[in-house]
């Protein structure tokens, strides 16, 4: 039933900023738990990070630590991840996910997910 729509991706060199956007169609979201997944060409997918609806942030990637910020606007309904000192390594499709509970760096606890936004490290 939620409907939930990245935006923001694009093609960006080693060490930019890029800004993702989740937008939900949800006027309760401030109940839910957002995460951020992302998943490169031939790997599997992996939880990155997690905004609780108490605005707690959760890693799950120990690399993205000190690079990777999510807040959340229940106001507007959206959801925003910003990136910085991106490497090569950041390359991939990343998608958020919601739910109603606890975040969870596991993809099938959550209950709704968005169709991806691609991101590109590169020269």
């Known amino acids: 039933q939620l409907q939930l729509v990245e935006s923001g991706g694009g093609m960006v060199q080693p060490g930019g900023s890029l800004r993702l956007r989740c937008a939900t169609s949800?006027?309760?979201?401030?109940?839910?738990?957002i995460g951020w997944f992302r998943q490169a060409p031939g790997q599997e997918r992996e939880a990155v990070l997690c905004?609780?609806?108490?605005?707690?942030?959760?890693y799950y990637a120990d690399s993205v630590k000190d690079r990777f910020f999510i807040s959340r606007d229940n106001a507007e309904n959206t959801v925003s991840l910003q990136m910085s000192s991106l490497n090569p390594v950041d390359t991939a499709v990343y998608y958020c996910?919601?739910?109603?509970?606890?975040?969870?760096?596991?993809?099938?606890?959550?209950?709704?997910w968005g169709r991806g936004t691609q991101v590109t490290v590169s020269w």
């Open positions: 905004i609780t609806s108490q605005y707690d942030i959760i």
């Open positions: 949800s006027d309760t979201l401030g109940r839910l738990v």
């Open positions: 996910a919601a739910r109603y509970n606890d975040c969870s760096g596991h993809g099938p606890d959550y209950d709704s």
